[in-house]
Each structure stands twice: as structure tokens, then as C-alpha cells.
């Protein structure tokens, strides 16, 4: 097998979904979750043995915040045999504070939807696009720990990993040449996987030219979404 570098990652049509569930579970910012063990409900969810389990229950939780808290919490005082009323230590969940949007999956394209306040006082709804660049960095962010309370595997089933930044390209032998006339001497016609392989190609070459050149947000923009489409539909 060979491979293509991508100029810049795409998403995989058959993850995209699952990404979306990731970016709703942990800060946009700091790639932390969004909720902590001192909520109860988030404890039992993280102690649930079924990974797959774990992150539904995980995902839940998490999907209703709409920020990522950094105030120290106080925990209720322990009644335990040899605490009688001790209150214990303030637990900080360590997040950044951060404002979280709302997430929208819209054919390939992720949407961040954020409700700001302008300077008049009139609350505006902004929707960027959410890049495969931005969320690549987002997710490779997230620590070891994090991961298992998600119940995501870090040996085989790192979040990042979802996202496209090599391509593989199979050998000939998967895609052979196709003889036009039957007999196999005549012309020969290349496999359509070949012909896509070709398409994504320049397409990655006009992105890379794009980056190079300093060309305008707009225009890098529009080869990004070509590159993405022709890996989507090699898929």
C-alpha cells in the first residue's frame, strides 16, 4: 500500500457522526470534559463497565452543558464514621470558562452554533463552520484519562484518528487496468478507483498550491471542500 499526505485533514464520511458526539463531550478550547466526578450522575456514568455504554451515558450528560465550568465546587460535608460533618476539600474541575456551542452536522460540514451578545445588547447568532483542521486539534488534545472516562480505547481508538490526514492507496493489483475491447491487447481503460485516486490528488496539489501562495481565506477554502468531497466519495 502507498499513501497520499493530505494538505489539509478531512472528515471521514463514516466518523463524522461520531466526532460530533466527541465535540459535544469536551471543551472547544481545552479539549477537557465537560463534566467532572464530583457530579454524582457523571461518577456512575464513568463507572459503567461496557465501553460503548460509557460514552452514550458520557455523551448525555455532557451534551447539555453549555460551559466549561472553572469554579472551585464545595462537596457536602462527609457523615462517614470518622468524619462526622468534615467538610472536604473544594474540588476545581480546571476547565478554561469557556463559552460551548451547540454542534450541527449538516452533510460533511460540522456547525458550531453560538448565541453572542454584541455590544448593544442584543444577543446575535453566530454558525462557523467547525474545520477538520479545528476539531483534529481539538481531539488530539484530550488527555489519557479523559479518553477512558469516555470509554474510548487509547490503544486502538484515539478520537483524532476518526479524522483523515493520510490517505491509503491500494496497489494495482486492487485496481487493475480494464482492456476495452475484450481481447486484451487493444486500448485499456484505468479501474474508477484509479481515476478518483487521480482526482484527489489535484485537488490536494491545488490546496497545497493555495497555502503556498498565501491565496485569499475564500478561494483556500473552496479547494479544501473539493478535497474533502473526492475523498468522500472514494470512500
Not at 466518523?15 to 464530583?38: G, M, P, Q, T, Y
Not at 472553572?70 to 468524619?83: F, L, M, R, S
Request: aromatic content about 6%; glycine content about 6%.
Amino acid at each position: 500500500f502507498g499513501h497520499i499526505e493530505l494538505a489539509k485533514p478531512v472528515y471521514h464520511p463514516g466518523f463524522i457522526k461520531k466526532v460530533k458526539k466527541v465535540l459535544e463531550i469536551v471543551c472547544h478550547n481545552c479539549s477537557k470534559v465537560l463534566a467532572d466526578r464530583s457530579d454524582p450522575e457523571f461518577l456512575q456514568a464513568v463507572n459503567t463497565r461496557d465501553p460503548k455504554v460509557r460514552f452514550n451515558r458520557v455523551w448525555n450528560i455532557c451534551k447539555k452543558k453549555t460551559r466549561c465550568e472553572n469554579e472551585v465546587k464545595e462537596q457536602k460535608p462527609d457523615d462517614g464514621e470518622y468524619g462526622l460533618n468534615m467538610k472536604q476539600a473544594p474540588v476545581n474541575h480546571g476547565g478554561c470558562g469557556n463559552i460551548q456551542p451547540r454542534v450541527r452536522h449538516k452533510a460533511l460540514q460540522l456547525i458550531a452554533k453560538y448565541e453572542a451578545q454584541g455590544e448593544d445588547g442584543v444577543k446575535k447568532k453566530e454558525e462557523p463552520p467547525i474545520t477538520p483542521e479545528m476539531a483534529h486539534n481539538i481531539l488530539r488534545r484530550i488527555s489519557d484519562e479523559d479518553l477512558r472516562d469516555m470509554g474510548l480505547n487509547l490503544e486502538y481508538a484515539r478520537p483524532e484518528w476518526m479524522i483523515v490526514t493520510v490517505l491509503p492507496v491500494p496497489p494495482p493489483p486492487v485496481r487493475p487496468s480494464i482492456s476495452m475491447d475484450g481481447t486484451g491487447q487493444g486500448l485499456r481503460n484505468e479501474d474508477d478507483l484509479t481515476y478518483k485516486l487521480g482526482d484527489i490528488i489535484r485537488a490536494n496539489s491545488n490546496v497545497k498550491q493555495a497555502i503556498r501562495e498565501g491565496s485569499p481565506a475564500h478561494i483556500a477554502q473552496d479547494f479544501e471542500q473539493l478535497l474533502q468531497y473526492h475523498v468522500a466519495t472514494y470512500m
